[in-house]
């Protein structure tokens, strides 16, 4: 079986990349790379299933809409910010399959036909696929930061890779505000985290990964960068680890937004 990679990406603050902030502009090359790679190696894909951190439902949704609004989540940012338009249409019946997969495994969801574009899924696309016609689903992580849970619902979704989906986990490797002014917050982290998803077969095997990432709480800098009891920006992270049944990953990214240190990883297996 064939599969199109699966990628994890650092979304930046708010609507920042989309403005020329010169905090991210090293996260906006970074993003517009991977694009290029994934094209270069494996051409566009088919369709785009986003897992965003800021769609935080009790119990999995998908969207289903045909053609997505847009939803401006952020606030205090400049007026041109709140007329970002991502025309990309909807893909319906994908939202359907992924729910009735998911239901086969056990896992509560729905399709939310009204859902929106949140700006997890509006400002990593803009940046990578700025085209807009390749049809979007948008995916959300389930309440409750439950790592296990969210590589289960990943697992459930490793199947769709073979039809040329890319499965897009946008989040943060770092995301602790009382850390963002702080230098380098987020490196223990994010070299805990690449040392863990870049082993090596032959070093760490993919049960041993899985177990690493389950208990992703006790890896070194964790507290730095994430805030215990609001983990939704690390759980897309999780669900792409599980379309890759702990297989292992590459760090596509490695750069600073401002003072602090984020990730991007890309599953090819």
Known sequence: MVLYPA?????????LPLLGDAGHLSLVEA???NRKYLESHFGLPKTIAVISAHYETPSLRVGGATQPKMLYDYYGFPSESYEIQYPAPGEPHLAKDIVDALKGEGISAEVDV?????????????????E???????????????????????KALRSFRSRGILFLGSGATMHNFSNFNKQNAGKTFGDALTSVLCAGEN?????????????????????????????????????????ANGTRGEEVANVFTDRVNVRNYIFPN
């Open 203 to 243: 070093v760490m095997s993919t049960e041993e990964r899985l177990e690493k990432m389950i208990n992703v709480s006790k890896m070194n800098g964790f507290d730095e960068a994430q805030p215990r009891g609001a983990l939704e920006h690390l759980m897309p992270l999780l669900t792409i680890v599980g379309t």
């Open 132 to 154: 807009a016609k390749i049809p979007v689903v948008s995916v959300s992580v389930v309440k409750g930061g439950d790592p296990e849970k969210h590589i289960k619902i990943g």
């Open 7 to 15: 990628l994890f990406v650092t979304h930046g603050g708010g609507p």
């Open 114 to 130: 009204k859902r929106p574009f949140d700006h997890g899924v509006f400002v990593p696309l803009m940046i990578m696929f700025p």
């Open 31 to 33: 993003l517009k790379k």
